[in-house]
Each structure stands twice: as structure tokens, then as C-alpha cells.
């Protein structure tokens, strides 16, 4: 015969589920962030590049990859010590994670250097976005962490058109290799600037 569960059991029922759930989320979350700046990790950013890839080929859309490394950083470390480098690192997360928009996604891809995806986004806009960011991150106020300190970051962009006909070639690799060649390209002219990786056909 069906009995009707007591109200009491019901609740508590209710509330293990509710506990469980939270613990589930939790868990999810941990495994998605790092830890040091809350933001996105490499194992994210890589899986949702993908993803974007996939919705902007369909939409034949365009998307854009920001790389991003600070300049000069281990003479932060080695002169401030690597609690003050946390300290710059989770500072800079702030500054990108409010400069972006909604939808845009952010993380640390590791040590000292940041991902951004941009959907929607072409080299123009990405190249607007990055040097925004590139300007805050140069006025960023580091006096908690030291009076003297000031830091600036190289940026590189690399962009999928969704249109063009290598759009259903190009994977996540390709494009944060060609993100990562435009960033170290910024390197070389000098640093504290931004880069969008060119094609040997974007030349032609």
C-alpha cells in the first residue's frame, strides 16, 4: 500500500538534494577556476574556444583571441617578492574581468599570461577592446602593493571569420598559436602594445 511520506521526511529530503546540489556546483566550479584570481582556467578556456569556434563557423560569425602576458614580470617577483606578484596578478584579473562585455570570456592560461575570447568581435574591435585594456592595466594603482610599482602587458590578437573558407579548418590550437605569434610579436617592437596576428594571405 503507498504511504504518504511524513512531512518531516519530505523536508529532509528536500534539503539533502538541496546540499547535494550545491556540493555538485561547487565542485564544478573548482574544477573550472583558478585558483589564485577566480577567473577561468586553461582547461575553460580551451574547451569553450572550442565551442565558440563551432558557433561562429555555424553563424559564420567573427571571433576573436586575445593573448595577454605582463611585461618584465619576474623582476616583479624577484624585486617584490611572489606575494606581491599574487597580488599584481589578481588585481589585473579585476581590471579584465569588468573591462569585458557580457559574454566575452576571460581566464588566466597560465603563470602570468590571460585569455580572452571575444565572439562577435573582428580585428577592429578586438583591437579597441585590447588597447582599452592595455591602457588600465598601465594605470592600474599597485600602491597596496608597492608605491613604486607599475606594470604594463604585451597583447596579441588572432581573429576567425566564420565566413572565410579556412573557417571550418582552423581549431583552438591554430588560433591561440597564431594569438600567442602576434603577442610575442608586441614583445618585440617593444613591449606594452597590441599585435593582431597577419596571414601570409592577409598580406597579399
Do not use: C
Not at 583558478?34 to 555555424?58: C, M, Q, W
Not at 611572489?82 to 597560465?110: I, P, T, Y
Amino acid at each position: 500500500l503507498y504511504k504518504p511520506v511524513a512531512e518531516k521526511e519530505l523536508v529532509a529530503r528536500v534539503n539533502v538534494m538541496v546540499r547535494l546540489k550545491a556540493a555538485e556546483d561547487a565542485v564544478r566550479r573548482i574544477s573550472v577556476t583558478d585558483e589564485l584570481t577566480g577567473l577561468y582556467n586553461r582547461r575553460f578556456l580551451r574547451k569553450r574556444l572550442e565551442e565558440e569556434i563551432s558557433r561562429a563557423v555555424r553563424g559564420q560569425s567573427h571571433l576573436s583571441v586575445v593573448l595577454l602576458d605582463i611585461d618584465h614580470f619576474k623582476e616583479v617577483n624577484d624585486t617584490y617578492k611572489h606575494a606581491a606578484g599574487d597580488q599584481v596578478l589578481r588585481v589585473l584579473s579585476k581590471v579584465l574581468e569588468d573591462g569585458l562585455r557580457q559574454g566575452d570570456v576571460v581566464g588566466r592560461w597560465g603563470g602570468e599570461e590571460f585569455m580572452a575570447i571575444l565572439p562577435n568581435s573582428d580585428a577592429k574591435g578586438a583591437t579597441i577592446t585590447s588597447e582599452r585594456l592595455r591602457q588600465e592595466i598601465s594605470d592600474m594603482d599597485l600602491s597596496d602593493v608597492h608605491p613604486d610599482l607599475k606594470i604594463t602587458a604585451s597583447f596579441g590578437i588572432a581573429v576567425l571569420d566564420g565566413n572565410s573558407d579556412e573557417a571550418g579548418e582552423t581549431d583552438s590550437g591554430t588560433l591561440i598559436g597564431r594569438a600567442d605569434t602576434a603577442m610575442y610579436a608586441a614583445k618585440e617592437a617593444g613591449r606594452d602594445r597590441v599585435e593582431v596576428f597577419a596571414s601570409r594571405s592577409d598580406d597579399a
